[in-house]
Structure formats: structure tokens, C-alpha cells
């Protein structure tokens, strides 16, 4: 059991090293680019399936209430799977298509929307692309190793923050830490003398 539990530190922190050697760039522009989205007064739209859902939740929480900054809400939106709202859209809809009509009700041009798709093969979250570049939003996705259709799809406004692992949970627990700098960096970046 020792070393099973050894392992699983040893292969955290292996992957966390490489990232921060490919990801320090794109982390740094994506907080940029998230920065300048709420100081035009647009908002951040967030959109996870499956288990990568939790930590997009995570994500709102931290912007609309705080990180670790006493602070104002940022305003952002959790595209929802959850309850009525969900349940009616796949019912009377497929799957594929549960984030579009959200997307599509509050998205305006300028807004930002971050997608966390650990292998980029999820249709639903694909659609919502499709529907971001329709509406001139930019996307920030947090992806894994093996997103290449999902990689494709994007332009040269989006941004990937693509964690060098292809194991699901190493990715999910990546993604968190990511989602953590980021809540951080927008705080220092905006509220500098306080943090």
C-alpha cells in the first residue's frame, strides 16, 4: 500500500513539474485575457462534463463569491447540469447539445468561456465551442494530452492550457491547481496592493 501511495505522489508531482515548464506562458496569457474580460465589463463562462463538472463549479464559486482575497464578485456563469434546467434540456434535447441553448442565452461578444475537457472528445462540450466562435467568444480550454479534434477547433484568439498527462484523475487534480493560479493570479493582477 506504501508504495502504491508513493507512487501516486511521485507521478503528481512528475507531472506537475513538466507543466511548469509548458504551461507558465499560457497561464500567464490566459490570466491576461481573463483580466481584461471582466475590466470591460463582460463575464467569464464556465462549461465541465462529466467529473471535470465539479471543478467548473469550483471555478464559479471562487469568482462570483471570493478566492482568497476579500474582494467584489466577478461576474461569471457555470453552465448547469444540474436540477430542472438540466434534466429538461436532455430530455427534451440530446446530451450533445445540454450547454448550447445556456450558452447561447447569456453569451455575449467579448465575454470569455473556459472549457475543462480532460480528453477534448466530449460532444456537448465541442457544441458549445461551435456556438463561442459563432458569438465571438473567446475560449480558454483546460485540456489533457490527447485532445487533438478538440485542439483543432481552435483559433488563434483561444488559448489551451494542456496538462502533459493522459490519465484522467492526474488530469482532473492538474486542472485544480490550474483553476487555483488562475483565481490567484486575477486577484494579484487586479488587486496587487492587497494580496
Known sequence: MLNKINDLFAENIQIQISASKSLANNLSLATQNL????????????????????????L????????????????????????AMGSAIIFD????NLFQRQFSAVAQQGDMLI??????????????????????VSVIALTGDNCDHLRGLLTENDLEISI??????????????????????????????NS
Open 164 to 193: 502533459p498527462s493522459n490519465k484522467e484523475s492526474r488530469i482532473l487534480e492538474s486542472h485544480l491547481f490550474i483553476i487555483n493560479a488562475l483565481c490567484e493570479l486575477i486577484d494579484h493582477s487586479l488587486f496587487a496592493q
Open 93 to 96: 434535447n440530446n446530451h450533445e
Open 115 to 136: 472549457i475543462l475537457s480532460p480528453f477534448g472528445d466530449e460532444e456537448a462540450i465541442l457544441n458549445v465551442m461551435h456556438c463561442a466562435f459563432s458569438k465571438e
Open 35 to 58: 483580466v481584461n474580460c471582466l475590466l470591460r465589463g463582460n463575464k467569464i463562462i464556465v462549461c465541465g462534463a462529466g467529473r471535470s463538472y465539479a471543478n467548473a463549479q469550483f
Open 60 to 83: 464559479v464559486a471562487n469568482l462570483l463569491h471570493r478566492y482568497e482575497l476579500e474582494r467584489p464578485s466577478f461576474p461569471s456563469v457555470l453552465l448547469s447540469l444540474d436540477s
